[in-house]
């Protein structure tokens, strides 16, 4: 995906990049896998503001991705690369041999016309979603399940893959993109490959306007803020104040840790992404 750039007619533009969407096959997403989406603009059923510099974007239509793929040993076709409003990856369509059609993400390298399929008589190929029992040691995949029939919920952003390290005692040692290595059951699911749209992560923003479009509002400095709004606001000119850096509810906003620490999941990390340290 090349990354477009433009002649500087404003200041912004000197900056802006886009991508030139050369991968796109189709514009328009198919209707029956579309629904709406409704925005809360970061707020609960009961109006409160939850998370926060969230508000209103350009109107979004959500495409269901079938993230289970369990639809084991039935050929699928690629008929389409579509863009995507709600993710980074850009998605493909699939068209099943028995006439049913889904949308998945787009691993690197897949395009139309390559046929795909699931189960454990898939070949290990690119865009093939198999058991991690399946898989030889040292793949690179995406799209990872934590608990069997769920559904991928891990390295599903746009450039992301993991890699399969090892396989003992029904596990299977996953080295996360963050370089953290953490069990997996070896009955979850996984898709063979790295997720497309790799520059995703190289385009710059520009102005504020872009942002608002995608949906961001803007953000604020807690010392920009007076004493009674932020726990580092207030004070005279500029200065820091000495404050460690805190959220607005008086929470350390750099080295508090927010893992659980419940033992059900604990062990299943096995080295640290911070630390890099085996437990």
């Known amino acids: 995906m090349p990354i477009k750039s433009f002649r500087p007619y404003t200041p912004s533009r000197r900056t802006i990049t886009v991508s030139d969407y050369s991968d796109i096959t ?38 269901q991705i079938d ?6 040993g039935v050929p699928a076709k690629v008929v389409s690369v579509e863009y995507d409003p709600n993710r980074s990856a850009r998605i493909c369509l ?27 008589k898939a070949d290990i190929k690119v865009g093939n979603c198999l058991a991690l029992k399946y898989i030889p040691e040292g793949t690179f995949i ?9 559904g991928a919920q891990l390295a599903r952003s ?7 390290m090892a396989k003992e005692a029904g596990y299977a040692h996953i080295k996360m993109p963050s370089g953290e290595i953490r069990l997996v059951p070896s009955d979850c699911c996984a898709t063979i490959g790295q997720v497309g749209n790799v520059d995703h992560g190289n385009i710059v923003i520009g102005n504020a306007g872009r942002n608002r479009h995608l949906g961001n509002r803007p953000t604020v400095r807690g010392s920009a803020m007076n004493a009674v709004d932020h726990p580092m606001g207030g004070g005279r000119g500029h200065g820091k104040g000495g404050n460690i850096p805190r ?20 062990w299943m990390i096995v080295s640290d992404r911070r630390k890099n340290k085996v437990k």
Not at 67 to 72: A, C, H, Q
Not at 95 to 116: E, F, S
């Open 94 to 120: 699939l068209n099943y041999a028995d006439g049913d059609k889904r949308y998945i993400l787009q691993p690197l390298g897949v395009q139309v016309g390559d046929t795909l399929m699931s189960g454990p």
């Open 247 to 266: 959220s607005p509810w008086n929470q350390p906003s750099r080295g508090l840790k927010t893992r659980s620490t419940k033992k059900a999941f604990g």
């Open 158 to 164: 746009a450039g992301s893959q993991a890699q399969l």
């Open 26 to 63: 189709k514009t328009t997403p198919e209707k029956r896998l579309t629904k709406g989406l409704r925005k809360t603009g970061g707020r609960n059923n009961t109006g409160m503001v939850m998370v926060r510099h969230i508000g209103g974007g350009h109107r979004r239509a959500y495409r």
């Open 142 to 150: 995406h799209a990872i399940e934590l608990k069997v029939g769920k």
């Open 67 to 72: 993230f289970k793929r369990e639809k084991y």
